[in-house]
T-cell receptor, first 112, second 115 residues
Framework: QKEVEQNSGPLSVPEGAIASLNCTYS??????FFWYRQYSGKSPELIMSIYSNGDKEDGRFTAQLNKASQYVSLLIRDSQPSDSATYLC????????????FGQGTRLTINP | DAGVIQSPRHEVTEMGQEVTLRCKPI?????LFWYRQTMMRGLELLIY????????DSGMPEDRFSAKMPNASFSTLKIQPSEPRDSAVYFC?????????????FGQGTRLTVV
């Protein structure tokens, strides 16, 4: 079992709809959870971090964490073509961004 | 700040040659990470430093790989001898020590091709 699992996709969503990305992790002592966006040929960039159970909203993005189910998700509302990218889920045992374990990523395509 | 700076951006080398990848972290950051990204294995942590000291090198695949951080503003990842299976994008990232809300910033990566 991989430490962090994501559906590799591709996930296709029409413009303006909600894109839902999911991630599960195996290490129960994980404390910090991150979503990175990576455009083709570029480096990963952080879009959301979450540390407590529940929802965290930032603009069009909402991260959801359920530690009991070892599940973290990212919702993108009002999807735009510019949201087309690979989304990487990352998990850490530390409180901060140390020693991140990444999932394989989900490729998201927003169709105009 | 210019962000995390890596060089070279692209490297093509022949099998058996030594390869050195370079990284300049963001000034003031305490942590430096080396990652490798391939289609098959995704993004893997190779090694990380805290205040120039290697903390965890369990991700370094073999003795052919070595990393150093002689000072707070420079790190190298060396592969000697290189093999075709080392072909990947190598990312350096840095972050500031702290509790929550610390973010790891990634450099642009070095695309290594070993032929």
């Amino acid at each position: 079992q991989k430490e962090v699992e994501q559906n590799s996709g591709p996930l296709s969503v029409p413009e303006g709809a909600i894109a839902s990305l999911n991630c599960t992790y195996s290490d129960r002592v994980s404390q910090s959870f991150f979503w990175y966006r990576q455009y083709s040929g570029k480096s990963p960039e952080l879009i959301m971090s979450i540390y407590s159970n529940g929802d965290k909203e930032d603009g069009r993005f909402t991260a959801q964490l359920n530690k009991a189910s070892q599940y973290v998700s990212l919702l993108i509302r009002d999807s735009q073509p510019s949201d087309s990218a690979t989304y990487l889920c990352a998990v850490s045992r530390e409180e901060g961004a140390q020693k991140l374990v990444f999932g394989q990523g989900t490729r998201l395509t927003i169709n105009p | 700040d210019a962000g995390v700076i890596q060089s070279p951006r692209h490297e093509v080398t022949e099998m058996g040659q030594e390869v050195t990848l370079r990284c300049k972290p963001i000034s003031g950051h305490d942590y430096l990470f080396w990652y490798r990204q391939t289609m098959m294995r995704g993004l893997e942590l190779l090694i990380y430093f805290n205040n120039n000291v290697p903390i965890d090198d369990s991700g370094m695949p073999e003795d052919r790989f070595s990393a150093k951080m002689p000072n707070a503003s420079f790190s190298t990842l060396k592969i000697q001898p290189s093999e075709p299976r080392d072909s990947a994008v190598y990312f350096c990232a840095s972050s500031k020590m702290g509790a929550q809300n610390t973010e790891a910033f990634f450099g642009q990566g070095t695309r290594l091709t070993v032929v």
